[in-house]
């Protein structure tokens, strides 16, 4: 067994502190315009491009982190929402967290969106989702929700109306007060039985 110098345990120190540099600068740049560029975010971070590019060789590997580390961040959030009880009034509490996370991240959102495959970004939402489908899938056991459509189905239609509602408050369609009550609306007219 092979154990780090302290030079070594320094070294990688280092690495992991401007790793979250980078995050937190790209998320910062990203707010504020979606098209920041690596130059923008290595100057928010503090640290040259020769770095950041050491630790992200494009936009996309960059944006895809940003986007996991959100996401990481998130479900601790959404692991202390109570899910107990009635499904009904469990993936309602869990709608509203997960809208409020959205709509504090709907900048990175719209830049995932330019940078990131759907396929990659429904897979970073993978986890978030799981426990949705719990969810629905208790309410379905319970005859609350429609069973004549997939689960799956299901998701994705909550996925695309909050990530929908954070579209709208950007174009000046949604005031951000109403969202979470109209997606949890929307959402219930299609899982309702």
Request: glycine share 6%; proline share 4%; with cysteine.
């Amino acid at each position: 067994m092979t154990t780090a110098t302290p030079r070594q345990s320094t070294k990688r120190a280092d690495a992991v502190r401007n790793v979250e540099r980078i995050l937190d600068a790209a998320i910062i740049c990203l707010s504020q315009k979606r098209t920041a560029t690596m130059a923008d975010i290595a100057k928010e971070a503090g640290l040259g491009r020769v770095t950041l590019y050491g630790h992200f060789a494009t936009r996309p590997l960059l944006i895809d982190a940003v986007v996991a580390h959100i996401i990481q961040r998130g479900e601790h959030t959404l692991a202390a929402v109570d899910l107990d009880g009635d499904p009904r009034e469990a993936l309602a509490r869990l709608i509203c967290s997960s809208w409020q996370l959205v709509d504090q991240s709907r900048a990175v959102i719209a830049a995932a969106e330019d940078d990131l495959s759907p396929e990659r970004i429904r897979q970073l939402h993978d986890s978030p989702a799981t426990r949705v489908q719990l969810l629905i899938e208790r309410g379905r056991g319970e005859g609350l929700f429609r069973a004549d459509m997939p689960v799956s189905w299901q998701i994705a239609v909550l996925h695309q109306v909050l990530h929908g509602a954070g579209a709208e408050i950007s174009a000046g369609r949604l005031e951000p007060a109403d969202a979470a009550d109209l997606i949890v609306t929307t959402v219930f007219a299609v899982l309702d039985t």
